[in-house]
């Protein structure tokens, strides 16, 4: 494990890169978005990840079960323990340093809350959830196995994967028409039939398409990725919203937007075979770059760590604003509320996310081979007493060397902590003293929506208002299931300002300066002033359009259909 691996198989090294590298940029809420506006990352890559493990799956009636299942534990689950532990002790270091003493303390019954959590959506937390496929994709290949093993006699290819494929359609079937909270017990196994088909489909292609595909002209395998696009074009025009081609939240078997139960099998056909197509006509440019097969080596440490990473850069960003000199646009509050928040002054500003996120994780692998191979060397010279001796220190090097890390992680973390704000750059307090804890009120992005031929509203995660001054709301259409409703169908917007506290008077509270972002482009906002809906609450909606658009008419606003992100200033005065 210390020494640099070389894949054989230059074409799914490429694929598996590919791949992992579209999951951290689709974390960033694609800063590259490689085609993403005709094929959207998810609308394929987590099926194209069991598609590649399809592909390298050999197990038949000859298959120890027992040997296999030991092999996917040393593989899967053991570092999928081990990388969760340290990230999620890593992300307790990060909220001190995020809250100081404002950090909550772990409510009782977490470890139990954790464990019910890892069984049924694969994961315990944001800053690990990419780890959930660990689960399904473990539990997909053993189930797999056992049905391939005893199955063998009577095994047809093509006819399981017909059969798979009806199931997978059924669990989609489920997922649109029950609610899934009460039986989450039931998540892994059904997240095992949403799979089955594209596992299938890598032994498919491996044994009976791979020759034919690869010996297609280069003509011939450009003309094959157009019609791939032209398929997605044409279903994006057919399907109510754009989006509808994509799905969210399979930890959960959630996001299923279009009203065809076979759109994700659809989605995941297309997008595995444009960029498997694509691998092929790169493979010569690119198969000898050590870079791309460390890449490829490390997809694990990507998947389980990218997120952790974005939140150290935003630790040292903090660090910064708050000791050194303000950084414009970076919103200190916010991100002290979520791990998924991103620095504010620019879309391409992304791409540092990105760097940062896949970057990171491999730096901190290499480190831990040469940490690795250093320690294996020196325990090689050494003549221990025994042979159980020599193999009991050997496998105690892998945690120690973990440990190791994380405690020189954990030591670099604190060396960045942040003090306090010295600036007063988004700590919203005003200049009244001692009002440091005192929410005034919540203020609520509201939008208006049309869905199905009816009205909704949807009401993003409130910002709490402590004093008179400048506020930001940031949504995204991958927060929840309803955030892509709500961006194709809005409407108009709103604040809407909520008391909270009745020290202080919002009687003649005025919500002003409203200023709206989508994806870095500024547009132009006609406000209806500050109303009273109650003796609590206060409104200001207002309607959106491009900057150039000249007429104000409800049918020229901003179409925030295929956007990903609105961001929302406004100043609140009035306050007392």
């Not at 040469?370 to 060397?377: F, K, L, N, Q, S």
């Not at 709206?516 to 207002?542: A, P, R, W």
């Amino acid at each position: 494990m210390g020494e640099r691996r070389d894949k054989s198989n230059k074409r799914f090294m490429i694929l598996s890169a590919i791949g992992i590298f579209m999951v951290v940029d689709h974390h960033t809420f694609t800063a590259f978005n490689l085609f993403g506006d005709v094929i959207p990352y998810n609308s394929f890559f987590m099926p194209m990840f069991v598609f590649i493990s399809g592909y390298f799956n050999k197990v038949n009636n000859s298959t120890n079960l027992w040997t296999y299942f030991i092999k996917k534990v040393k593989t899967l689950l053991i570092p999928y323990i081990g990388l969760s532990l340290t990230v999620f002790t890593l992300q307790q270091l990060i909220n001190y340093i995020k809250l100081g003493n404002e950090v909550a303390a772990l409510p009782s019954g977490y470890l139990g809350f954790i464990f019910k959590r890892i069984l049924s959506v694969g994961t315990f937390g944001v800053i690990v959830e990419p780890m959930w496929f660990v689960i399904a994709l473990f539990a997909t290949l053993m189930i797999y196995a056992v049905l391939k093993k005893y199955l063998y006699k009577i095994w047809n290819s093509y006819i399981m994967l017909v059969l798979f494929c009806c199931l997978h359609i059924f669990v989609i079937y489920l997922a649109k028409n029950v609610d899934m909270e009460p039986i989450e017990y039931l998540l892994v196994p059904l997240k095992c039939l949403f799979f089955f088909p594209f596992l299938e489909m890598g032994i498919i292609y491996r044994e009976h398409l791979e020759k034919k595909h690869i010996g297609l002209s280069g003509g011939s395998k450009l003309a094959l990725m157009f019609i791939l696009l032209v398929i997605n074009v044409i279903r994006t025009c057919y399907l109510p919203s754009a989006y509808d081609v994509a799905f969210d939240s399979i930890d959960e078997l959630a996001g299923f937007t279009s009203p065809y139960y076979v759109t994700p099998l659809v989605s995941s056909i297309v997008g595995i075979l444009f960029w498997l197509t694509f691998t092929d006509l790169i493979e010569k440019a690119v198969s000898e770059s050590r870079f791309v097969n460390f890449m490829s080596c490390n997809t694990f440490w990507i998947m389980g760590l990218h997120i952790l990473f974005y939140n150290v850069l935003n630790c040292i960003l903090m660090g910064i604003s708050n000791c050194i000199a303000e950084i414009p646009y970076f919103d200190v509050e916010a991100f002290k509320g979520t791990e998924w928040y991103f620095w504010g002054i620019s879309s391409n500003i992304k791409i540092l996310y990105v760097l940062v996120g896949i970057l990171g994780p491999l730096a901190v692998k290499w480190i831990y081979d040469r940490i690795y191979a250093t320690v294996t060397g020196k325990i090689a010279l050494i003549k221990c007493s025994s042979e159980r001796t020599t193999k009991i220190v050997k496998a105690l090097i892998k945690p120690a060397c973990v440990l190791l890390m994380l405690l020189l992680a954990g030591a670099v973390l604190l060396i960045i902590k942040p003090g306090e704000n010295k600036n007063g750059f988004g700590d919203g307090q005003g200049d009244i003293p001692g009002n440091e804890n005192i929410i005034g009120a919540y203020a609520y992005l509201d939008i208006a929506y049309e869905y199905e031929d009816s009205g909704a509203d949807y009401l993003a995660d409130p910002c709490a208002i402590y004093d008179n001054g400048t506020y930001t709301i940031k949504i995204s259409r991958h927060d929840n299931d309803e955030t892509p409703l709500a961006f194709s169908g809005l409407s108009y917007m709103g604040i809407r300002l909520i008391s909270d506290n009745s020290s202080l008077d919002n009687t003649e509270v005025l919500i002003t300066d409203i200023k709206v972002t989508c994806d870095g482009t500024e547009l132009k906002v006609i406000e209806n002033g500050t109303v009273s809906l109650d003796d609590e609450t206060k409104s200001n909606y207002f309607d959106c359009y491009d900057m150039n658009e000249t007429n104000i008419f409800d049918d020229n606003i901003y179409d925030f259909t295929d956007k990903d992100t609105i961001e929302v200033t406004f100043t609140i005065s009035g306050m007392k």
